[in-house]
């Protein structure tokens, strides 16, 4: 089976993600630990696990630069049937998650992410971004308007997307991430991915996809 692309991305300025847990012997059983960065500049190549290097194209908006890979890893990776987001603010802390992305690889599952603890519904979801500031209520406004015109009802529930497997040249997986970054950037103003990523991947239905386990990640 091919090598399967861990990577995430770090923010100028920001902290670097956490280690992943026994990453050598990961690697040697067919794990690559990628981690993006807007300009590289004098950074060595590694740090710790992670091989850094730099995004293809970058914007000025930091946060912007961050979905960039996470939605588009067709456009950052190379030489890759398979590919693992996680969030920076994500640590995989034990063994379950490669076991995981391994089986799903040998089943051939193109598209798996989380599901999410508590939230049920993309809507509860727009809710909390509002209640907790993250964005202005004009923005939050419009994406949930589109959701609805969109016909997403609450039923359609909501995807935890800190992380994900993807066979990233799939046809489907193509289309899906394609179409969410549009809709990323035509109605949720660039941020909050999460906020149409539910309507993307419901209007991928040739997409079959399943869950990953929880187990074995941590966020700060």
Known sequence: MGTIAIYTFMQEGGPMPAQ??????????????IC??????????FNGAWYIDELPISWPD???????????PQSVLEGYEYSLWIDPGVSITGDELYERCKEMQERGVVYADLR??????????????WRQGLEPAGLICKTVAFLVKKGVRPGDGFH????????????????????????????AGGHYDRLVHIFALKDTPSLKWEYLSSDGTERR
């Open 20 to 33: 992943p847990h026994n990453a050598a012997a990961w690697k040697a059983k067919g794990f690559d630990f």
């Open 36 to 45: 993006f960065v807007t300009k590289k500049g004098d950074m060595p190549d």
């Open 62 to 72: 930091q946060r912007l630069n961050a979905v960039i890979p996470k939605v588009n």
């Open 116 to 129: 999410h603890p508590s939230i049920r519904s993309v809507y509860g979801y727009a809710w909390k971004v």
């Open 160 to 187: 935890d997307t800190s992380v994900m497997l993807r066979a990233h040249e799939d046809k489907a997986v193509l289309e899906m991430d394609r179409w969410w970054w549009e809709c990323l950037l035509t109605h």
